[in-house]
């Protein structure tokens, strides 16, 4: 095993702690908070938030001295090793989100690691956009094409429209997870390198299964027609 996937690994199971741990922390931040009237001068959204702002920037710390993303040639160059790094630091910025709920604070936003790792390196950044659209069109070329009647009697849609549909939802939440204040060219950037080519991908094939669609109608009826003819006297 070599250095990128050896700090991968390390890097996993920094987040399974952190995620195991702190969750315990912040309920008895929660609840000190709202039952000390000592603590009554201090609202519980900005205690929430300084805390995870904490586990944040102390999972921020171990990632650098790691030095994962900063090994960018040798990253990009394994791409299964990128894509699970990626993915990682999305799930634990959404469990950060997940657990800090409606308590949010004016005063403090938690940093997101996505932004700190991926989308502040061009190279990073645009090798994740490439790896998106890449898998996107895989599904979309990889759906079935062929139809059994018996089983889908009723299809009002092709195949790939369910995929499509799934694609933008996870485009969706995976953008959601990006700092608020800077998801602007991020959003913008992501929509005109993965999601403008995914949606003319999806149109195409649309175009392609609606002419396969009507040359087999026009089969059917020139068989019907056929049949019908032969039982004529």
Known sequence: VDDVDKVAV??????????EHAVGVARLIHEVITWDTWCSFLKNNDAISYFWNEVVRTAKH???KGE???KVDELCRKPVAFQNAVERVLLFDQFVLEQQGDLTSEIIVVPRLVDAFITSSPPLFQNWMAME????????LHQPTEIVPDETPYLLFPPDTEMFVSILHSVK???SLSTPSSDAPVCSQFHQTVTTPLS????DNLHDTAKRYTN?????KNIRRGDILHLLP
């Open 10 to 19: 390390r890097q996993d199971h920094l987040f399974s702690y952190l995620e």
């Open 62 to 64: 171990m990632i650098k």
């Open 68 to 70: 994962l993303f900063t």
């Open 133 to 140: 659209l890449k898998s996107g069109q895989h599904y979309l």
């Open 173 to 175: 939440a995976k953008l």
């Open 200 to 203: 003319m991908s999806y149109i």
């Open 216 to 220: 087999d109608l026009r089969q059917i």
